[in-house]
């Protein structure tokens, strides 16, 4: 009977308007799974985190929302340096000061994506990885700068690097809140079972979800002293880890 299929077919078309009303009050609780929910510095992570916080690195007012509710300072600088090494998304680099950590030298600039991703591996990666192997947190971290008007590994020719524009930041060193000072050139190459090696290893690891360039010692002598952590651009949101 025609109206047999018709009931059938309203029936289905309640179950599904049901299912969209559920999911809609899910996702209104459960904002980590939600593609089109405001990324936040306490959501879990979930499938749709890392499209979410790769955004940032594209879209600056998205990244500056993105601080804004991570309560950090978002205060942009004027425009600084011409063509290759122009700076116009340029500010004081305010994460590590969000959860009580100083960067040493006081002052770095940087971009919005640079800090962001400083506020999502200190805060998700870092201290947590601190205060499980020494029961201490991180106070200070100690830098080799972040803007540097030149090229990958500063010849005449090739492509420009990520510090010319400020997109980038060395990091060199962590010191703990008991004066412990870990630094990246003493204690990279430390037995792997030594708690060092392990710390600066599960920050270089970490920090690979949080930056789309992370280089270490692992990959050549000109890193052997620092964490190089930048935020380039790429096609289909891929990055190096090495």
Not at 21 to 29: N, P, S, Y
Not at 50 to 66: E, G, I, M, Q, T
Not at 127 to 156: K, S, W
Not at 198 to 218: K, Q
Request: a positive charge.
């Amino acid at each position: 009977m025609p109206w047999q299929k018709i009931v059938r077919f309203l029936v289905v078309i309640a179950l599904i308007a049901v299912a969209l009303l559920f999911g809609r009050a899910w996702l209104g609780d459960h904002p980590e799974y939600d593609p089109r929910a405001p990324l936040t510095i306490d959501q879990p992570d979930t499938w749709v985190t890392a499209r979410k916080f790769a955004a940032l690195r594209d879209d600056r007012d998205v990244c500056r929302a993105f601080l804004r509710r991570s309560g950090i300072t978002v205060t942009a600088l004027p425009p600084l340096g011409a063509v290759q090494c122009r700076r116009d998304d340029r500010k004081i680099l305010a994460a590590p000061a969000r959860f009580d950590i100083a960067l040493r030298p006081a002052g770095a600039q940087g971009t919005c994506a640079i800090d962001a991703g400083l506020a999502r591996w200190l805060h998700r990666d870092v201290q947590p990885a601190a205060e499980a192997m020494f029961g201490q947190r991180v106070v200070r971290l100690e830098h080799l700068g972040t803007a540097n008007c030149r090229r990958i590994g500063g010849g005449d020719t090739g492509n420009w690097s990520e510090h010319a524009t400020g997109n980038a930041i060395d990091i060199a060193a962590f010191v703990l809140a008991n004066g412990r000072r870990i630094s990246v050139s003493g204690d990279w190459k430390k037995p792997p079972s030594a708690p060092e090696a392990m710390f600066l290893h599960a920050a270089r690891d970490s920090a690979c979800d949080s930056f789309s360039t992370v280089l270490s010692p692992d990959y050549n002598s000109a890193h052997s002293d620092h964490l190089h952590l930048d935020q380039a651009r790429r096609s289909a949101g891929w990055s190096a880890c090495r």
